[in-house]
Nanobody, 122 residues
């Protein structure tokens, strides 16, 4: 099994910054079968949205609304992915979830963290 642990959420003023971290744990073999990690977010009554993703090789993807403001990065040796969020807006307020694409789920995003609340005040 793979477990994901998130940290870094909190309350910030509009225009401020936060950095989220997500660390994967498990056997060396199971960790090696992670092909990509991603950040999703969800607000009450809304669809869960893919915010950013990064492959083990470093290829990244972002939803249009965060391009130029958010940066996803990874440290493969630490099994950790980060989401640097700059120029935050109230509409970024959501629960942010870390996810891992894994062979257990045919390399779809099947492992999830518990989520961390990000609140941006105006």
């Amino acid at each position: 099994q793979v477990q994901l642990v998130e940290s870094g959420g909190g309350l910030v003023q509009a225009g401020g910054s936060l950095r989220l971290s997500c660390t994967a744990s498990g056997s060396i073999f199971r960790i090696s079968r992670i092909s990509a990690m991603a950040w999703y977010r969800q607000t009450p009554g809304s669809q869960r949205e893919l915010v950013a993703s990064i492959t083990r090789g470093g290829n990244t993807n972002y939803v249009d609304s965060v391009k130029g403001r958010f940066t996803v990065s990874r440290d493969n040796a630490r099994n950790t992915v980060y989401l640097q969020m700059n120029s935050l807006k109230p509409e970024d307020t959501a629960v942010y979830y870390c996810a891992a694409a894994h062979s257990d789920y045919e390399f779809e995003y099947g492992y999830w963290g518990q989520g961390t609340q990000v609140t941006v005040s105006s």
